[in-house]
Nanobody, 123 residues
C-alpha cells in the first residue's frame, strides 16, 4: 500500500506560479511511475503530467505543455509539479497518482491516489 499526500495548493492570480508536491510513504518510491491529474468543478478528472520512475521520461497534456514542469526527487520520496503562467482554467483539485507499472497518461493505469490539493487561479 502506498500513501500519497499532496500539498502546496492555494490561491494565485492569473499569470502567477505555484508548486504542488506529493510525498509518498513507500520506500520503493523510486520504482513507481507517478502522475498528476486534475478535476475542475463539474468536469471529469483529466491527465496533467506524468513521470517515469527514473525521471527520465515526462509527459504532459497539451493544455499545460510549456507552462508546467513535472519532476521527482527519489531520495525524498517526493514528486513536484511546477506551474507557471497559470490561467483561470487551471483551477481544479490536483491529484497525485502512483503505480508500480509503466508510466501512462491513463487514469486507470494508476493504482494509488492522494486526496488532492485545491489550486485556484483568479482572473
Amino acid at each position: 500500500q502506498v500513501q500519497l499526500v499532496e500539498s502546496g495548493g492555494g490561491l494565485v492570480q492569473a499569470g502567477g506560479s505555484l508548486r504542488v508536491s506529493c510525498v509518498a510513504s513507500k520506500h520503493t518510491f523510486s520504482r513507481l511511475a507517478m502522475g498528476w491529474f486534475r478535476q475542475a468543478p463539474g468536469k471529469e478528472r483529466e491527465f496533467v503530467a506524468a513521470v517515469s520512475w527514473s525521471g527520465g521520461a515526462t509527459y504532459y497534456a497539451d493544455s499545460v505543455k510549456g507552462r508546467f514542469t513535472i519532476s521527482r526527487d527519489n531520495a525524498k520520496n517526493t514528486m513536484y509539479l511546477q506551474m507557471n503562467s497559470l490561467k483561470p482554467e487551471d483551477t481544479a483539485v490536483y491529484y497525485c497518482a502512483a503505480d508500480p507499472g509503466i508510466v501512462t497518461r491513463t487514469e486507470s493505469g494508476y493504482q494509488y491516489w492522494g486526496q488532492g490539493t485545491q489550486v485556484t487561479v483568479s482572473s
